[in-house]
């Protein structure tokens, strides 16, 4: 079994910031791309930025320059340190793994979420 611990969400001012990190552990044998999405009320999902385990980093728009993705690959675990947070931001921030199963299994994992609201 498979478990992402999310955790740093919250409630900040604009202009604040927070750091969220999300962990991957259990019966894996190698983890993929790591990511993170969100989902404000009456919108779709939406992709806010992932990482490979090379470090490369896809990343929308409304968030280049504010937010940064960063993994540690020894900890399985990948970050999104968000700056300059703005009211639009607020969302249930969710983190996704693929990753490769000890039994050799591809899989797509999500995190249970966390609620990140900014307040003007």
């Known amino acids: 079994q498979v478990q992402l611990v999310e955790s740093g969400g919250g409630l900040v001012q604009a202009g604040g910031s927070l750091r969220l990190s999300c962990a991957a552990s259990g019966n894996i044998f190698r983890v993929n791309d790591m990511g993170w999405y969100r989902q404000a009320p009456g919108k779709q999902r939406e992709l806010v930025a992932t990482i490979t385990n090379g470090g490369s980093i896809l990343c929308q728009d409304s968030v280049k320059g504010r937010f940064i993705i960063s993994r540690d690959n020894a900890k399985n675990t990948v970050y999104l340190q968000m700056n300059s947070l703005e009211p639009e931001d607020t969302a249930v921030y969710y983190c996704?793994?693929?990753?490769?199963?000890?039994?050799?299994?591809?899989?797509?994992?999500w995190g249970q979420g966390t609620q990140v609201t900014v307040s003007s």
């Open positions: 996704k793994a693929n990753l490769i199963t000890q039994q050799r299994v591809r899989f797509d994992y």
